[in-house]
Nanobody, 114 residues
Framework: QVQLVESGGGLVQPGGSLRLSCEAS????????MQWHRQAPGKQRELVGS???????NYADSMEGRFTISRDNGKNTIHLQMNSLQPDDTAVYYC????????WGQGTQVTVSS
């Protein structure tokens, strides 16, 4: 069984920054591709970006520039550095590990508000 736990969410003012983390644990024998997704109230879940086991990073077009994905060396632990946050970034942020199955975390709430 694989578990993913996100952390780092919270309330931030517009223009602020947050760093989210996602740590996978359990029966994992290799480095897998992982992704960040987000779901705003009343909207569909959308991809933020992804990182492969080899460290290749890709972002959704609308996310590139303000968001940075990174990975701890040799671990299925990823981070999402978010800068210049705006109210439209308010959402629950989820991480996903792509292994034999897709494993989702429980999500962490990010609220951008003054």
């Amino acid at each position: 069984q694989v578990q993913l736990v996100e952390s780092g969410g919270g309330l931030v003012q517009p223009g602020g920054s947050l760093r989210l983390s996602c740590e996978a644990s359990g029966s994992i024998a290799a480095l897998y591709a992982m992704q960040w997704h987000r779901q705003a109230p009343g909207k569909q879940r959308e991809l933020v970006g992804s990182i492969t086991g080899d460290g290749e990073i890709n972002y959704a077009d609308s996310m590139e520039g303000r968001f940075t994905i990174s990975r701890d060396n040799g671990k299925n632990t990823i981070h999402l550095q978010m800068n210049s946050l705006q109210p439209d970034d308010t959402a629950v942020y989820y991480c996903l590990l792509l292994a034999d199955l897709d494993y989702w975390g429980q999500g962490t709430q990010v609220t951008v508000s003054s």
